[in-house]
């Protein structure tokens, strides 16, 4: 039985049982989120110095990202409402991996900028699929305004881990991130 039918397949024991893991599970999404953001915000430094960019040129790349992201939200939620948070929020962590992937096999500027926006539009997706995926799964508003206040919250704890993260993922030097530069050396 799919979510996409909305919550009326589902029982309300169905509902109570699959509820915290859903909220978990979404809690645990944005948390990642966070650490993406932060990451590329700590990498940034590294990745314009490999590729020769400038300050604005870095700029751009978290504009990219930004801007599409903003962009996909609305979207994303009409598509949550159209095919069920299930299907969306699958989509949105396939393309989400995929170009997170993907940044690590960009050429330059461009390429670094589209992967960027394309990023933008998988995680676009996500915030009104999670929305979704709440409400689907919660059986009354008092419920349903908790698990939406836990997973929100869980936005901070992605900002507040994701430093201590990135500081053990990140090298400390740039020379330790370029393998570009050492292969052409």
């Not at 799919?2 to 589902?10: D, I, K, M, P, V």
């Not at 990498?43 to 930004?66: N, P, R, V, Y």
């Not at 330059?108 to 689907?136: D, N, T, W």
């Not at 400390?172 to 052409?184: G, H, I, N, T």
């Amino acid at each position: 039985m799919g979510l996409a039918e909305g919550t009326s397949t589902l029982a309300p024991a169905q509902i109570r049982k699959t509820a915290p893991v859903t909220v978990g599970l979404l809690m645990g999404v944005w948390v990642i989120d966070y650490v993406d953001r932060v990451m590329m915000a700590v990498a940034l430094l590294f990745i314009g110095e490999e590729f020769a960019l400038t300050k604005t040129e870095q700029g751009w790349l978290i504009t990219a990202f930004s801007l599409v992201y903003l962009l996909c939200q609305v979207p994303g939620g009409i598509l949550a409402d159209k095919f069920g948070a299930r299907r969306q929020l699958m989509v949105s962590l396939l393309l989400w991996s995929v170009f997170t992937a993907l940044t690590g096999i960009a050429w330059g500027l461009a390429s670094l900028l589209v992967i960027r926006a394309l990023f933008g539009v998988g995680q676009g997706l996500f915030p009104g699929a999670s929305f979704k995926a709440i409400a689907e799964r919660t059986t009354t508003p008092a419920v349903r305004a908790t698990a939406a206040g836990a997973m929100l919250a869980s936005n901070q704890l992605g900002a507040g881990v994701a430093p201590l993260i990135v500081a053990l993922i990140v090298p400390q030097r740039p020379e330790q991130f370029s393998l570009r530069k050492k292969e052409l050396a």
